[in-house]
């Protein structure tokens, strides 16, 4: 069905693991060789990505930025360009996603809103009302619009660190078994280093939204939450 999500456990795999294992353990010339490994595994990111949009059926910025991203990378890659072009790369993606959660601070829709302030969790409705009564609507908003220079912060962290991890880790010529190795330990450490802090931060922000909805609406947590 078109409405159920992914696994989150299969997305991992396809589009970190098996990448990275195939770059470190398989680029070999008694395997399949620097070029063949990238292709391959970049192959699996990249398809995976084609099937859950036909899957789907919904464009995803998000995803769409993703999927530039694997194929600057087999480019950078297949055409050895110089180490300096991924480490851009590494840091352009997040940085370009980081710049549009800031922009839409400006906007009537901010992303953290669209994000975390989901009706089918919370009943938005009864908050609204709350706040309109005690006069904390625009208290609330400001807290929506920290949250999301916060939310455009974690991108910003993102950014900086891919840079300098890629800087770091990869220093062999592009086309090279050595460069699509240092390629998969990147993806690893990335995950470990960027993702994971980067799950925190998210959960962070949810958490200063959540105190700061029971604070200005004094509505109990089954208040709050939508149950149905």
Known sequence: MTDKKSNPLVDLAINIIIPSVILMKFSGEDNLGPVNALIIALAFPLGWGGYELIRFRKFNFISALGFISVLLTGGIGLLQLDNQWLAVKEAAIPGIIGLIVFGSTFTPYPIVNKLLLNE?????????????????????????????YLFAGTFAFSSVMNFILATWIVTSPAGTEAFNEQLGELQLVSYAMIALPSMVMMFGILFYLWKNIRRLTDLTMDDILNAK
């Open 120 to 148: 089918a969790v919370m009943n938005l409705q009864l908050i609204n009302q709350q706040l309109a009564e005690r006069n904390n609507t625009d208290q609330f908003q400001a807290c929506l619009r920290s949250a999301n």
